[in-house]
């Protein structure tokens, strides 16, 4: 029955495609659109439209985002919308659904309710035991590697068996271990009743597949599902979508092919482009407004995208005026680079008003950070950094969480031997393996350590400490049930000894240690604080704190108060805005990274993950680059990135500070600006252009003249002294490759 539109919904918050994706509720929806144009907006409409206008039950309707910060956003949006029954919807990530859904229905499976669950670097350690154990030499293959082939077997959906299908496996000249090591990897995982984050999708997936009754119950249940960035789902969750909506088929998917970014995650981006063929009766809308960026921001960034050859063609026009241009900046080194991003900050909120929290600044990876950081710190301008090591990643932290794991799941080895020696209980590698060694298979390990205790040989000390150990675990199981989550986490601070060997420590380490427990304490009371408190008993408190703590992901704990400059990496910006932006680092082997270039697909890749961080401002964008980086405390000279001259000259300038130029790009800059103060004297490191004289080597950027081509641009220079072969753009003659003793080229 269809109801007059109730006057209250704010449907003139949209425009008509909006309008109509949220309104068209029954059968397949694909809204495939450019960056800002309204696509998660959309699913935040239509999550309301359906409560409010078609009074479809909260539990009725599932949402799912990339992050956990993106699901709780949406969910106060709903909330604000459609209100309190909002918080009912069903709003989370695929890993937090899975592990929703795993939870309730363990036991088809065979694996414990209460499993742990391992995240990336409890993989990496089992898969090193594992290699060393098949004598395999970690230079030859690295864990990373195996973990790497494995997890991306999985998102494909393959068992050990069928790895060696796999095209990308199959090139590996060692595919006979890394199956093999995936064969132990899981028995490992098993017998720990553990499963890793990839496990989360793929047990689902054989949930769905092998109990159809499990599967129907649900879709019963959920009748209308949403996918928000439905370009990087991998096959995984692509499965898994299609089995929640397979009878239904009230499946809305939004997503941008240009913004796909985690192929090297396994992200499928043939899921979006192939929607239309999995499901024929399929509506395409598609939304061709962006509302987010000023007009020359969208126009460069369209026409760097528009690069790409994989992509479907959109039209996508700016709502909001031109505004200024881009900006292109070539500083001296990185210092120099992080002081101009500092000084332009300092600047704008000064000048402008901009806040803090107004800003972003995006780099291709981490290590990037610290320049920027130091020059954030001298200037005193408040940051935050999203990423780089993570409080959840601490020693101490890490160790806690370890505890509770195995109190919940006692058979969970990688948790006991984290923590059977922490704090140090003269325990060792020996003793551990002769635990090991009694241990049946898929014996849980204390029942290992109290079979090691009765046949093999145990130092005294050894054997009282285990003994101990056991009589602790026992009783911390005990308090489970009685004690409320804060103070069993106490009482696992206390009663394991591992704050009193912090406190009589007294070093600055350990008191720093401390502190990050006590900062865990607050977390588990801000957990108490906001959970709804349905969880019946106290394993299933506990067990409810631990998934959130192992699903949190480094863009979760960023907090956006509003007060800081926020850096993060490029393929953590999805979704996001900020007023300025600078990208950092627009150097060839940084962005595109080097590992990119050999391949055209991914170069592809690091176009989108360009276009990504452009499109992620909305009034300045700043793309900025060091002439010179330090790699591993060596200065290496950069090249522009190669992206520089696939932006529109309308739309990009040089900064009128630029130390250099950038070729292609027009502007006041040029070799002449002298260096901020706290940046190392352009002279310092010969970077004045010098006459060439045939031995030279020079830089990029430098303007040489030919005698028969005129005046030009280098380009790049490859090798060193008279033989090195210079590029040099001649807008006259076009490209040209010379050799340097016999080009004839004078510095301008
Ligand atoms: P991305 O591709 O980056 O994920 P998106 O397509 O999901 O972007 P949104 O984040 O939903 O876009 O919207 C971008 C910005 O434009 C937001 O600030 C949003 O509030 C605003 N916006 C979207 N549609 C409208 C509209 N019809 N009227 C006013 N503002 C809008
Ligand atoms: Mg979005």
């Given at each position: 029955?269809?109801?007059?539109?109730?006057?209250?919904?704010?449907?003139?918050?949209?425009?008509?495609?909006?309008?109509?994706?949220?309104?068209?509720?029954?059968?397949?929806?694909?809204?495939l659109a450019g960056a800002g144009?309204?696509?998660?907006?959309?699913?935040?409409?239509?999550?309301?439209?359906?409560?409010?206008?078609?009074?479809?039950?909260?539990?009725?309707?599932?949402?799912?985002?990339f992050?956990?910060?993106?699901?709780?956003?949406?969910?106060?949006?709903?909330?604000?919308?459609?209100?309190?029954?909002?918080?009912?919807?069903?709003?989370?990530?695929?890993?937090?659904?899975?592990?929703?859904?795993?939870?309730?229905?363990?036991?088809?499976?065979?694996?414990?309710?209460?499993?742990?669950?391992?995240?990336?670097?409890?993989?990496?350690?089992?898969?090193?035991?594992?290699?060393?154990?098949?004598?395999?030499?970690?230079?030859?293959?690295?864990?990373?590697?195996?973990?790497y082939?494995?997890?991306r077997?999985?998102n494909a959906?393959?068992?050990?068996?069928?790895?060696?299908?796999?095209g990308e496996?199959?090139r590996?000249?060692?595919?006979?271990?890394?199956?093999?090591?995936?064969?132990?990897?899981?028995?490992?995982?098993?017998?720990?009743?553990?499963?890793?984050?990839?496990?989360?999708?793929?047990?689902?997936?054989?949930?769905?597949?092998?109990?159809?009754?499990?599967?129907?119950?649900?879709?019963?249940?959920?009748?209308?599902?949403?996918?928000?960035e439905y370009q990087d789902t991998n096959h995984?969750?692509y499965?898994?979508?299609?089995?929640?909506?397979?009878?239904?088929?009230?499946?809305?998917?939004?997503g941008d092919d240009d913004q796909s970014i985690y192929r090297w995650r396994g992200a499928d981006i043939t899921n979006i482009l192939s929607f239309?063929?999995?499901?024929?009766?399929?509506?395409?809308?598609?939304?061709?407004?962006?509302?987010?960026?000023?007009?020359?921001?969208l126009k460069a960034a369209s026409c760097l995208i528009s690069r790409n050859l994989g992509r479907k063609d959109k039209e996508l026009?700016?709502?909001?005026?031109?505004?200024?241009?881009?900006?292109?900046?070539?500083?001296?080194?990185?210092?120099?680079?992080?002081?101009?991003?500092?000084?332009?900050?300092?600047?704008?909120?000064?000048?402008?008003?901009?806040?803090?929290?107004?800003?972003?600044?995006f780099y291709r990876i981490?290590?990037?950070?610290?320049?920027?950081?130091?020059?954030?710190?001298?200037?005193?301008?408040?940051?935050?950094?999203?990423?780089?090591?993570?409080?959840?990643?601490?020693?101490?932290?890490?160790?806690?969480?370890?505890?509770?794991?195995?109190?919940?799941?006692?058979?969970?080895?990688?948790?006991?031997?984290?923590?059977?020696?922490?704090?140090?209980?003269?325990?060792?590698?020996?003793?551990?393996?002769?635990?090991?060694?009694?241990?049946?298979?898929?014996?849980?390990?204390?029942?290992?350590?109290?079979?090691?205790?009765?046949?093999?040989?145990?130092?005294?000390?050894?054997?009282?400490?285990?003994?101990?150990?056991?009589?602790?675990?026992?009783?911390?199981?005990?308090?489970?049930?009685?004690?409320?989550?804060?103070?069993?986490?106490?009482?696992?601070?206390?009663?394991?000894?591992?704050?009193?060997?912090?406190?009589?420590?007294?070093?600055?380490?350990?008191?720093?240690?401390?502190?990050?427990?006590?900062?865990?304490?607050?977390?588990?009371?801000?957990?108490?604080?906001?959970?709804?408190?349905?969880?019946?008993?106290?394993?299933?408190?506990?067990?409810?704190?631990?998934?959130?703590?192992?699903?949190?992901?480094?863009?979760?704990?960023?907090?956006?108060?509003?007060?800081?400059?926020?850096?993060?990496t490029l393929h953590m910006a999805k979704g996001?805005?900020?007023?300025?932006?600078?990208l950092?680092g627009m150097e060839e082997d940084l962005l595109p990274h080097y590992r990119s270039q050999g391949e055209p697909a991914e170069l592809e890749e690091e176009r989108r993950l360009c276009y990504v961080g452009m499109t992620r401002?909305?009034?300045?964008?700043?793309l900025?680059l060091?002439?010179?980086?330090?790699?591993?405390?060596?200065?290496?000279?950069?090249h522009p990135s190669r992206f520089f001259s696939e932006l529109p000259?309308?739309?990009v300038?040089?900064?009128?500070?630029?130390?250099?130029?950038?070729?292609g790009?027009?502007?006041?800059?040029?070799?002449?600006?002298?260096?901020?103060?706290?940046?190392?004297?352009?002279?310092?490191?010969?970077?004045?252009?010098?006459?060439?004289?045939?031995?030279?080597?020079?830089?990029?950027?430098?303007?040489?003249?030919?005698?028969?081509?005129?005046?030009?641009?280098?380009?790049?220079?490859?090798?060193?002294?008279?033989?090195?072969?210079?590029?040099?753009?001649?807008?006259?003659?076009?490209?040209?490759?010379?050799?340097?003793?016999?080009?004839?080229?004078?510095?301008?």
């Amino acid at each position: 029955m269809k109801r007059p539109p109730n006057p209250l919904f704010p449907l003139q918050d949209l425009n008509p495609s909006q309008r109509d994706a949220v309104t068209t509720v029954d059968g397949p929806l694909l809204i495939l659109a450019g960056a800002g144009s309204g696509k998660t907006r959309v699913i935040t409409y239509r999550i309301a439209y359906l409560l409010q206008e078609r009074n479809i039950p909260p539990y009725a309707i599932m949402a799912v985002t990339f992050t956990n910060k993106a699901a709780g956003e949406m969910r106060e949006r709903v909330i604000s919308l459609a209100g309190r029954e909002g918080r009912m919807v069903w709003i989370s990530t695929f890993h937090s659904a899975c592990v929703r859904i795993l939870r309730q229905h363990a036991d088809r499976m065979g694996i414990s309710r209460h499993f742990t669950i391992a995240d990336d670097s409890d993989s990496l350690r089992i898969i090193k035991g594992i290699l060393k154990e098949m004598n395999v030499d970690e230079r030859v293959l690295p864990a990373r590697r195996v973990s790497y082939l494995i997890s991306r077997a999985k998102n494909a959906l393959v068992e050990p068996e069928g790895m060696a299908d796999l095209g990308e496996v199959r090139r590996d000249h060692l595919m006979e271990k890394v199956v093999l090591a995936y064969g132990h990897y899981e028995e490992r995982l098993r017998a720990s009743q553990a499963l890793d984050f990839d496990d989360l999708l793929f047990f689902t997936f054989r949930l769905f597949e092998g109990h159809p009754d499990i599967r129907d119950n649900l879709e019963d249940i959920l009748q209308f599902i949403m996918v928000d960035e439905y370009q990087d789902t991998n096959h995984a969750q692509y499965q898994i979508i299609r089995h929640l909506s397979a009878r239904r088929r009230n499946i809305c998917v939004v997503g941008d092919d240009d913004q796909s970014i985690y192929r090297w995650r396994g992200a499928d981006i043939t899921n979006i482009l192939s929607f239309e063929s999995d499901f024929p009766e399929a509506k395409v809308v598609s939304l061709m407004e962006n509302y987010r960026s000023t007009g020359h921001i969208l126009k460069a960034a369209s026409c760097l995208i528009s690069r790409n050859l994989g992509r479907k063609d959109k039209e996508l026009r700016a709502v909001r005026p031109d505004g200024l241009k881009v900006s292109a900046f070539a500083a001296v080194d990185e210092r120099d680079e992080a002081d101009f991003i500092s000084a332009t900050i300092l600047d704008l909120m000064r000048r402008e008003g901009f806040a803090a929290g107004d800003f972003a600044v995006f780099y291709r990876i981490n290590a990037q950070s610290r320049a920027i950081e130091d020059s954030m710190r001298r200037n005193n301008i408040p940051h935050a950094i999203v990423g780089g090591v993570r409080f959840y990643d601490r020693m101490e932290i890490r160790d806690t969480l370890a505890y509770l794991r195995l109190i919940l799941n006692p058979a969970d080895w990688t948790s006991f031997e984290r923590v059977i020696n922490a704090p140090a209980r003269g325990i060792g590698k020996v003793t551990l393996e002769k635990i090991r060694s009694c241990a049946a298979k898929d014996a849980p390990p204390e029942k290992a350590v109290l079979e090691a205790l009765k046949s093999v040989k145990i130092t005294k000390k050894a054997a009282s400490a285990l003994s101990a150990f056991l009589e602790t675990m026992g009783g911390l199981r005990d308090k489970v049930q009685v004690q409320a989550l804060d103070e069993l986490v106490v009482s696992v601070m206390d009663d394991t000894g591992y704050l009193p060997a912090l406190q009589s420590e007294d070093t600055e380490a350990a008191r720093n240690r401390i502190e990050n427990l006590q900062e865990f304490l607050t977390v588990v009371h801000d957990f108490l604080e906001i959970s709804t408190g349905v969880e019946e008993s106290g394993s299933d408190t506990l067990s409810a704190f631990l998934d959130q703590v192992s699903l949190v992901s480094d863009i979760d704990s960023w907090e956006d108060k509003g007060s800081a400059v926020t850096l993060m990496t490029l393929h953590m910006a999805k979704g996001l805005e900020f007023p300025v932006v600078f990208l950092a680092g627009m150097e060839e082997d940084l962005l595109p990274h080097y590992r990119s270039q050999g391949e055209p697909a991914e170069l592809e890749e690091e176009r989108r993950l360009c276009y990504v961080g452009m499109t992620r401002s909305r009034e300045r964008l700043f793309l900025t680059l060091a002439r010179r980086r330090r790699i591993f405390g060596q200065y290496d000279h950069t090249h522009p990135s190669r992206f520089f001259s696939e932006l529109p000259d309308e739309n990009v300038e040089l900064h009128s500070e630029s130390a250099f130029p950038i070729l292609g790009l027009t502007g006041r800059g040029g070799p002449s600006r002298i260096p901020s103060e706290g940046t190392i004297a352009i002279s310092e490191f010969h970077y004045e252009p010098e006459p060439v004289e045939g031995e030279e080597t020079l830089l990029p950027g430098t303007e040489v003249s030919h005698p028969m081509f005129g005046v030009g641009q280098v380009m790049g220079v490859e090798g060193e002294g008279g033989d090195a072969r210079i590029t040099v753009y001649f807008p006259k003659g076009g490209k040209k490759k010379l050799i340097a003793k016999y080009a004839n080229l004078r510095v301008i």
